[in-house]
């Protein structure tokens, strides 16, 4: 691999200079745009042939000019129903590499970067390190849920500045002073384990199945219940955690020793272990 191949598409910013973290806000827009774009012509090249979209706009005037570089246009096509026709066209590919059951909460995710996208462009939020932050986080669920996309690079090297430094982390004796409260939550919902994310898991597993969404958001399928309905807190600080491990989400199973599974590829596959106190009420004895 050249350093051309991993070079970082967007100035890293200092934090405390709104104009640069503006700069890499609307970089990072910029390259989820190019890179999803990127993906879907490359999936449709190989299916419609290298004309596809030409083709398109021969039979629809009102596509003419699009430039699906454009991250306004290209997101508003593939979350809007303005032109069905060509969302439909458009999504194909995505639909391809996202579970069926994923695919609402998917596109609600785009939808939801093209509104900070309007947000960035017209400069109508303050461009703050913490909106920095919320938006690399929602670039970079949309980006490894669509095949691992290359804008996952400039998405960490903007994360990586909000992880604190090694001096700060740890004191003299190698114990963890000023961790951030998040990951301080999540040592807390863990046993202290740790296998291998996507280990195999044989089971038996209990009677309950589960769905973790892409905004982390975990539901006890049958009762259509939430784990945020029941602990806000221990709900945002698992999901943050299940969802960092497996950014696709999809299905999700528990043993009676508080294994919880998900699908990797064609097996159940460790994902983390919880304690009764930990998970739903009742789940668990």
Not at 88 to 102: F, G, Q, Y
Not at 211 to 239: M, N, P
Not at 253 to 282: C, H, M, S
Request: hydrophobic share 45%.
């Amino acid at each position: 691999m050249t350093e051309s191949d991993t070079a970082i598409r967007i100035a890293v910013p200092d934090l405390n200079v709104e104009t640069l973290v503006h700069s890499a806000g609307m970089g990072l827009i910029n390259c989820l745009a190019n890179d999803l774009f990127g993906f879907i012509n490359t999936k449709l090249s190989r299916e419609l042939g290298p004309n596809w979209l030409a083709d398109i706009q021969a039979k629809d005037l009102s596509l003419k000019s699009v430039n699906y570089r454009d991250p306004s246009l290209l997101f508003n096509h593939l979350t809007l129903p303005t032109h069905p026709d060509i969302r439909a066209i458009l999504r194909k590919p995505i639909n391809a590499v996202i579970p069926k059951n994923n695919l609402k909460d998917f596109y609600a995710l785009l939808e939801h970067v093209l509104g900070e996208r309007h947000l960035w462009f017209h400069r109508q939020i303050e461009a703050t390190p913490d909106q920095l932050r919320d938006l690399a986080v929602s670039i970079n669920k949309v980006a490894f849920a669509v095949d691992g996309l290359a804008v996952v690079r400039e998405c960490k090297a903007v994360l990586d500045l909000f992880q604190p430094k090694e001096s700060q982390a740890l004191s003299d004796d190698g114990e963890m002073t000023d961790t951030p409260a998040i990951i301080q939550a999540i040592q807390n919902v863990t046993t202290g384990e740790e296998l291998s994310v996507g280990s195999p898991v044989a089971g038996p597993f209990l009677p309950y199945t589960y769905t973790l969404t892409l905004a982390g958001i975990i539901r006890d399928r049958k009762a259509d219940l939430q784990l945020d309905q029941v602990d806000k807190e221990l709900a945002t600080s698992l999901g943050a955690l299940l969802i960092a491990r497996k950014p696709s989400g999809g299905r999700l199973r528990i043993t009676n020793q508080g294994v919880v599974a998900a699908f990797f590829g064609e097996e159940w596959g460790y994902l983390v272990q919880v304690t009764p106190d930990k998970w739903f009420p009742g789940h668990l004895i």
